[in-house]
T-cell receptor, first 114, second 115 residues
Framework: AQSVTQLGSHVSVSEGALVLLRCNYS??????LFWYVQYPNQGLQLLLK??????LVKGINGFEAEFKKSETSFHLTKPSAHMSDAAEYFC????????????FGAGTRLAVHP | GAVVSQHPSWVICKSGTSVKIECRSL??????MFWYRQFPKQSLMLMAT?????????EQGVEKDKFLINHASLTLSTLTVTSAHPEDSSFYIC???????????FGPGTRLTVT
């Protein structure tokens, strides 16, 4: 079955430290992959997306993600965390033949402390 | 741009009443709109996909008679929660796609509380 897994429901980093949020998918065909951020009581904001072009994708707010087919992963990174990065992050997958439906991971809450 | 709005942003209703939530694409035509439900501290779960002018396609386990979806125009879809109960309290988020496109543009969400 096609699915998406985010490892770690909570991640805590110090301000200025590296942010690494993990996402793995299960599919024999590489899907489209997305990372969204959600602040409390708000909708989703697209950080970046992979659509079979460059495997290293740069997004907004200094985030980037690398698609690794061999590992079926699409981990999100940011070299230096900022306090304003504290939010919920969702990895989402759009599988081929899925009528453009998004399947979301469980989410990772990122905390940034001084 | 691709802006999607939702109205209302929050609503409180009494148990047994119905409530309608609107989802509008403000600067583009949306042939497909999606409705999601998000419980506190949980992920988004797709409820249904609606295409303009046709019946919505509901995900397994979603009661179509309880969650009525209407996509009457290329810029408006509505979700009506009928005979609401406290367990329907949730955050409802819509998204919209442009014609021929795959990317979804999300609305800000509607917080529904049923008392």
């Amino acid at each position: 079955a096609q699915s998406v897994t985010q490892l770690g429901s909570h991640v805590s980093v110090s301000e200025g430290a590296l942010v690494l949020l993990r996402c793995n998918y299960s599919s024999s065909v590489p899907p489209y992959l997305f990372w969204y951020v959600q602040y409390p009581n708000q909708g989703l904001q697209l950080l970046l997306k992979y659509t079979s072009a460059a495997t290293l994708v740069k997004g907004i707010n200094g985030f980037e993600a690398e698609f690794k087919k061999s590992e079926t992963s699409f981990h999100l990174t940011k070299p230096s965390a900022h306090m304003s990065d504290a939010a919920e992050y969702f990895c989402a997958v759009m599988f081929s033949g899925g009528y453009n439906k998004l399947i979301f991971g469980a989410g990772t809450r990122l905390a940034v402390h001084p | 741009g691709a802006v999607v709005s939702q109205h209302p942003s929050w609503v409180i209703c009494k148990s047994g009443t119905s409530v309608k939530i609107e989802c509008r694409s403000l600067d583009f035509q949306a042939t497909t709109m999606f409705w999601y439900r998000q419980f506190p501290k949980q992920s988004l779960m797709l409820m249904a996909t609606s295409n303009e002018g046709s019946k919505a396609t509901y995900e397994q386990g979603v009661e179509k008679d309880k969650f009525l979806i209407n996509h009457a125009s290329l810029t408006l879809s509505t979700l009506t929660v009928t005979s609401a109960h406290p367990e329907d309290s949730s955050f409802y988020i819509c998204s919209a796609s442009k014609p021929g496109g795959y990317e979804q543009y999300f609305g800000p969400g509607t917080r529904l509380t049923v008392t």
